[in-house]
């Protein structure tokens, strides 16, 4: 199951109340105050996680609590810190304050930690309290309570290519083909119900590049039509996008068109999405009819093509060098280096 946005309540833990205590040992007749302090509750900490992919863990458990910290003793002796509350969260992940409406973290890296919610601090036990004038104090604090809050969560997947078309067009195949995912494929429309993450290896360079692949998009996308008009937001942290269209006109379909309509659909989400750099991945050119529709595509639209077909496996090493130039061009080469 794939869940790609939900909403949390946290709390961080209370702070232990002080403790009232004296010593009354033999041999101590003025033994004075020994109350502890109280421990400070646990904070309420997000954790960048690459090895998350989405929110599912908190679809069904809503509610996190960190642990309070525990009470003063006597005898001096503070109480021990709670325990904080870690959330592991995937990249590209927004938090929203719901009664505020702003945003209040974003988490971009491996390993990140993000203090969400604070724990309360503890009481002072009466210890605290002792000075020359007051040599016997009976006063403690009680401890303060944790920060709590509730908060949406949205996931925006972090991807060097984002891979957009319409439904059976093949982006399924392609990214079978070309990364280690391996997401469904099946001879009819929508076998993508959720955003699948690849991996594009090039052992020989020692490089890399993440591939996300939305469900596929129709007209009125971003109406609210179809299944990827949810999913758009995947696309919008994305370096590079691939068009994949079914150059064979397969159906009575112009490829023309479907392109001038993903253009449009993209548009009318979010502007910024047509100034990203792309190219078209030409699929099906392997049925007849795709040159022909191929050379009245390149007539009609001034955008890079490369021909391949994910059935017969050509052309796809093409399209992966291109799709690498084009992103170490934007990010530089130590952004699709390996980290070993």
């Given at each position: 199951m794939f869940v790609d946005e939900c909403i949390i309540k946290v709390q961080a833990g209370d702070g232990g109340r002080g403790c009232i205590a004296f010593r009354r040992e033999k041999y101590e007749p003025w033994g004075g105050p020994c109350g502890g302090n109280g421990g400070k509750g646990g904070d309420i900490v997000l954790i960048g996680d690459d090895d998350t992919n989405n929110l599912?863990?908190?679809?069904?458990?809503?509610?996190?609590?960190?642990?309070?910290?525990?009470?003063?003793?006597?005898?001096?002796?503070?109480?021990?810190?709670?325990?904080?509350?870690?959330?592991?969260?995937?990249?590209?992940?927004?938090?929203?304050?719901?009664?505020?409406?702003?945003?209040?973290?974003?988490?971009?890296?491996?390993?990140?930690?993000?203090?969400?919610?604070?724990?309360?601090?503890?009481?002072?036990?009466?210890?605290?309290?002792?000075?020359?004038?007051?040599?016997?104090?009976?006063?403690?604090?009680?401890?303060?309570?944790?920060?709590?809050?509730?908060?949406?969560?949205?996931?925006?997947?972090?991807?060097?290519?984002?891979?957009?078309?319409?439904?059976?067009?093949?982006?399924?195949?392609?990214?079978?083909?070309?990364?280690?995912?391996?997401?469904?494929?099946?001879?009819?429309?929508?076998?993508?119900?959720?955003?699948?993450?690849?991996?594009?290896?090039?052992?020989?360079?020692?490089?890399?590049l993440m591939l996300a692949d939305v469900p596929g998009l129709i007209e009125g996308a971003s109406e609210n039509?179809?299944?990827?008009?949810?999913?758009?937001?995947?696309?919008?942290?994305?370096?590079?996008?691939?068009?994949?269209?079914?150059?064979?006109?397969?159906?009575?379909?112009?490829?023309?068109?479907?392109?001038?309509?993903?253009?449009?659909?993209?548009?009318?989400y979010d502007k910024a999405l047509l100034k990203k750099p792309r190219l078209v991945a030409a699929n099906k050119m392997d049925l007849p009819k795709a040159k022909t529709w191929l050379t009245k595509f390149k007539a009609k639209h001034k955008v890079p093509v490369v021909p391949i077909s994910c059935s017969e496996g050509l052309g796809l090493e093409k399209l992966k060098q291109a799709l690498l130039k084009k992103v170490i061009a934007l990010q530089g080469e130590e952004h699709v280096a390996v980290k070993r």
């Open positions: 599912v863990d908190y679809k069904f458990k809503q509610h996190w609590k960190a642990e309070r910290g525990e009470h003063g003793l006597g005898k001096d002796c503070d109480g021990r810190e709670g325990k904080d509350c870690e959330m592991r969260m995937p990249l590209g992940t927004i938090v929203t304050d719901i009664e505020t409406g702003a945003v209040v973290a974003e988490l971009t890296k491996d390993g990140e930690r993000i203090i969400l919610r604070k724990g309360g601090n503890g009481g002072f036990g009466n210890l605290h309290f002792k000075s020359s004038i007051n040599r016997a104090p009976r006063q403690a604090n009680p401890g303060q309570e944790g920060e709590t809050g509730a908060y949406r969560l949205v996931l925006k997947s972090i991807a060097d290519v984002g891979l957009v078309g319409f439904p059976n067009a093949g982006k399924s195949s392609l990214t079978n083909a070309i990364t280690h995912a391996h997401p469904k494929m099946a001879a009819y429309p929508f076998t993508t119900l959720h955003p699948q993450i690849g991996v594009i290896d090039f052992p020989e360079t020692n490089q890399r039509k179809g299944l990827g008009h949810r999913f758009l937001r995947h696309i919008e942290r994305c370096s590079v996008l691939v068009f994949i269209i079914d150059m064979a006109g397969v159906d009575g379909r112009d490829p023309r068109e479907d392109y001038a309509t993903l253009l449009k659909e993209l548009k009318l």
